[in-house]
């Protein structure tokens, strides 16, 4: 039985195959366009999935959409119906695509594609929550899904169970945690639904100052998560942009412009909504523990991609364990439209007694033969040397131990917005500069921004406060006490020379709070990377390495071969892997660009 599902029209869209209830293969269309967070229908995805699955389009069983547009399009009306005539010009820019794509959704489909067969549609919600439950270890749990919105529904909860699932309560819009979040984001000066990581980042360098007047003010926060927003403050119901000028006002004057200084205040704000947003969390969690009684908790939607709420959810509710959706935002809708077909509506059971997700470590998405890699490579006279499939991993782990910054591409490329090993920039986390390197030289990215580790599954509570693994980098950690080294008082001192105090022995990934975002790799789900800082220890004593997106800021995470040299010669980079060939930077032709490429990638 073949499934696909996809998403499109909002942000990352994607795609994915299941046949009888495995997934098969799962895709972002950023990927293949080279456009961060495509909107568009993504047609280069499903041409992935349905090649990785050797079939054509009009071998599917079922074709499966994760959102029902017309509720959407009834949302957005009496939105603007609600404060006309002010949302005039958000309205005439809005209905062109409505009119042209998002209500015609299987015309849209049958065009792009030339499918003829019938087409299902889940909720935005019940995606959510099915790619939250399927996929999990669990064979029943709570559900709690929390983010901008979609259709009507902010956040929901309900239970698994089996094949089934039970959908309890929604939050409805235009009262949303993710939209406020958003605003706040918005507010600071990063893009709405790609800049919210980096407000979170951001938290540890302010004090939650404005906490209270966030919640006297802004947001009515209720004991079980629920929450009103005062709409006097806001401009997203019928403006084009998500604040207005009585939010300005509170804060002391307008949002901060894109791309200048980060000020005190925006770090505090930072803080502030941080602590909110964590206190929503925790309250909707514990009341979904109430309500439902569950031993585990599963959770989607974009706000479970806030890693620091997730890990406080784990520390203070009373749920034994969670397990989060690795593509938690819209892109996983995809996946969880395709197994809503195969559990919900074909009935077929569910049972997953492994104790393990079927996520597959989350490489879903395109590999390249050795085959296709030389042809590349040799194809372009571009120099590049075999590796000894025996000698590869202690290669790449001398060249990390000698400060060298690799660019590595192997296997399944990865789906959801982290990178797991397989489209990665890695380096020593023993080096201070490391994080400085990587940053201004490499991803050309905000200075204050951390990096993840990556750290082997078996060694990580020797680094880290953990008693659990961490393989989608989806938890923070503090790294443990003995590792970390006293700090000045940060009271009066600027955030560059905060960033420059050394904090613990593994400074490259440690964050101005002593926490990181962890990824723990196993044998099971990623060999290659795991040898590879296996070898790493052998060499320093130490199983951490430092673990970065394979992108510069404003692209997308490399897909293929060709992606991954160019993104290695706009940088400075030194040593490229594909697979079993190594690329040095020295020996490579002069690389001759077109224009100013940096100016043409949509910053985030």
Same mark, same amino acid.
């Given at each position: ?30 990927? &293949? ?12 995805? $499903? ?9 054509? $389009? ?309 590999? &390249? ?166 070898? &790493? ?44 060939? $190594? ?22």
């Amino acid at each position: 039985m073949d499934i696909l599902g996809i998403s499109c029209f909002y942000h990352d869209s994607a795609a994915c195959f299941v046949r009888d209830g495995k997934i098969i293969a799962a895709a972002q269309e950023e990927r &293949f366009t080279r456009k961060k967070h495509d909107p568009r229908f993504p047609k280069n995805a $499903i041409n992935y999935c349905l090649e990785e699955a050797g079939i054509q $389009i009009q071998d599917l069983d079922y074709l499966t959409y994760y959102d029902k547009p017309l509720l959407t399009f009834e949302r957005l009306l009496m939105s603007y119906l609600t404060v006309a005539p002010k949302g005039l010009k958000s309205w005439l820019e809005a209905m062109p695509l409505w009119l042209g794509k998002k209500l015609y959704i299987p015309k849209v489909i049958s065009k792009e594609t030339g499918y003829e067969g019938d087409i299902l549609f889940t909720e935005h919600h019940e995606a959510h929550q099915a790619s939250a439950f399927y996929p999990s270890p669990f064979n029943e749990a709570a559900i709690l899904t929390v983010d901008g919105v979609g259709e009507w529904a902010t956040a929901s909860y309900g239970i698994g169970k089996g094949k089934d699932l039970i959908m309890l309560k929604e939050l409805h819009f235009p009262d949303s945690l993710g939209l406020l979040y958003s605003a706040f984001t918005y507010f600071t000066g990063f893009k709405v639904n790609s800049g919210e990581y980096k407000l979170m980042g951001l938290a540890p360098y302010g004090t939650p100052k404005y906490k209270d007047m966030i919640l006297s003010e802004l947001i009515d926060l209720k004991e079980d998560g629920s929450l009103r927003l005062n709409l006097l403050y806001f401009d997203f119901l019928g403006g084009l942009k998500m604040t207005n000028n009585r939010f300005a006002e509170l804060f002391g004057g307008p949002p901060r412009e894109p791309e200048t200084d980060i000020t005190q205040r925006e770090m505090d704000i930072a803080a502030s909504i941080q602590t909110v947003a964590e206190e929503a969390v925790l309250r909707m969690a514990n009341h979904v523990y109430r309500e439902t009684q569950q031993k585990y908790l599963c959770l989607a939607g974009g706000v479970a991609l806030n890693c620091v709420a997730n890990s406080r959810l784990l520390r203070e509710t009373p749920f034994d364990d969670i397990w989060i959706q690795p593509a938690a935002g819209d892109a996983g809708g995809a996946l969880g439209a395709a197994l809503c077909v195969w559990h919900r509506f074909l009935c077929n059971d569910r049972d997953n007694n492994t104790g393990h997700d079927t996520q597959q470590g989350s490489y879903l998405g395109p590999s &390249f033969s050795a085959q296709t890699v030389e042809d590349f490579l040799s194809t372009n006279n571009y120099v590049y040397h075999h590796l000894d499939s025996e000698k590869r991993a202690r290669t790449i782990a001398e060249l990390i131990s000698e400060g060298k910054i690799i660019g590595h591409m192997s296997g399944r490329m990865e789906f959801g917005p982290r990178a797991l090993g397989a489209r990665s920039i890695i380096g020593d986390a023993r080096r201070q500069d490391t994080q400085t390197v990587m940053n201004l030289k490499i991803k050309y990215r905000e200075s204050f921004r951390p990096f993840a580790p990556s750290v082997l599954e078996e060694k990580a509570s020797e680094y880290f406060e953990t008693d659990r693994p961490s393989p989608y980098m989806l938890l923070v950690s503090n790294v443990r006490e003995e590792r970390r080294l006293p700090q000045p008082s940060k009271d009066g001192l600027p955030m560059m020379k905060r960033l420059k105090v050394k904090r613990s022995d593994i400074p490259a990934i440690t964050h101005l709070d002593y926490s990181a975002r962890l990824q723990t790799v196993n044998k099971k789900d990623k060999p290659d990377y795991h040898e590879i800082i296996t070898e &790493f220890e052998k060499l320093t004593g130490c199983a951490v390495i430092v673990n970065t997106s394979f992108n510069v800021r404003g692209e997308p995470i490399i897909c293929t071969p060709e992606d991954a040299y160019r993104c290695f010669m706009r940088t400075e980079m030194d040593v490229l892997v594909i697979e079993d060939f $190594i690329i040095f930077k020295e020996e490579q032709p002069t690389w001759k660009e077109e224009g100013d490429w940096r100016s043409e990638l949509e910053l985030d």
